[in-house]
């Protein structure tokens, strides 16, 4: 079966687990999926949008793409700063998905490219 509701010595419900796991372990999972999906998705396309649709010369579209990679790597250091002395977990995971679909919406519009850069950058 699928899902198992362990019980503690008085008999009560203790924890629903999903094949064996807790349930947070798949929305973790879904989380970092998804998070991943946005950064190496973004990475395989940016510097080609930048140079065939921005069009930056091959020079400042490698500088903004270092940036941004550096970026994305640093400020999960802070996320999880934030997350264990002020935000709490669950919080600072919604922020931060909430603040990745804003970027990946903004970048619908070439006029707010480089917002679109800091709202992923803020959200990872």
């Given at each position: 079966m699928a899902f198992h509701i362990s019980?503690?010595?008085?008999?009560?419900?203790?924890?629903?687990?999903?094949?064996?796991?807790?349930r947070g372990l798949a929305v973790l999972f879904f989380t970092e999926m998804?998070?991943?999906?946005?950064?190496?998705?973004m990475r395989a396309l940016l510097v080609y949008y930048m140079i065939k649709h921005l069009m930056f010369t091959q020079a400042q579209a490698s500088q903004i793409y270092g940036l941004y990679t550096?970026?994305?790597?640093?400020?999960?250091l802070f996320g999880g700063i934030l997350a264990d002395r002020a935000w709490g977990q669950r919080r600072t995971v919604i922020l931060g998905?909430?603040?990745?679909?804003?970027?990946?919406?903004?970048?619908?519009?070439?006029?707010?490219?480089?917002?679109?850069?800091?709202?992923?950058?803020l959200g990872n």
């Open positions: 019980s503690d010595h008085t008999g009560q419900p203790a924890e629903i687990s999903l094949f064996g796991h807790p998804w998070e991943r999906f946005s950064y190496y998705g550096g970026l994305v790597y640093l400020t999960p998905a909430v603040l990745m679909a804003i970027g990946h919406f903004l970048m619908a519009v070439e006029s707010l490219f480089f917002p679109a850069l800091l709202f992923l950058i």
